[in-house]
């Protein structure tokens, strides 16, 4: 009994975390709005549900996390670069921005670390990277709703500088992830993590 509760309390903290990230990123990307809540649940997503399956495969993980980081702030940089070198002669180097390095490296650290999962549990079955496209398609849904009932929730705005950048959430958001996260641990704990466990 004890130990279920402290479950749910983790997936709750872990579902604050996804209405935190869906206010913060959606704010980042420039859409404070539903739109915002797509893009950022859809990416969001995955990260979420790879803490509930990741289990005993932190050494294998732990490579695809920081390849996936530094291939994705890398890419972020040059595909902003090459998007605009025509527009103006900027150097390389200007492009190389804390929120673009921040939000690049989030990025692909999700993505890859995500194919890492599917390879390590599944170990390259089909099932791995179907999970993956399934977070991401009910992610977006799930983001737009998080969003919509913490801006209906309201209460008080939050901001953090962090390395320069400044992240702004509501507290509505927060709470509008909880039920989300205590749903979603149940059900990736159940049908996921306990039939991949080895």
Not at 129 to 152: E, H, K, M, R, Y
Not at 172 to 190: F, H, Q
Request: no cysteine.
């Amino acid at each position: 009994m004890m130990r279920q509760i402290v479950r749910v309390v983790v997936w709750a903290l872990i579902g604050g975390l996804f209405g935190i990230a869906v206010g913060v990123l959606s704010r980042q990307f420039g859409h404070g709005d539903p739109v915002g809540g797509i893009l950022t649940g859809a990416m969001v997503a995955p990260a979420i549900v790879m803490i509930f399956i990741l289990g005993g495969y932190w050494g294998d993980l732990m490579y695809w996390t920081f390849g996936g980081a530094v291939l994705g702030a890398l890419s972020f940089v040059v595909i902003a670069y090459l998007g605009q070198r025509s527009l103006q002669a900027i150097t390389l180097e200007s492009y190389v921005t804390t929120g673009r390095v921040i939000n690049g490296a989030i990025v692909g650290a999700v993505v890859l670390t995500w194919f890492g999962i599917g390879w390590s549990i599944f170990r390259g079955d089909a099932r791995g990277i179907i999970s993956l496209l399934i977070s991401i398609i009910l992610g977006a849904f799930i983001g737009a709703l998080v969003w919509v009932v913490g801006d209906a929730i309201g209460g008080k705005l939050y901001s953090v500088r962090i390395a320069g950048v400044v992240n702004t959430w509501r507290f509505g958001e927060m709470i509008a992830g909880v039920p989300v996260g205590i749903l979603g641990g149940a059900l990736t704990t159940r049908f996921l993590y306990q039939n991949h466990k080895h």
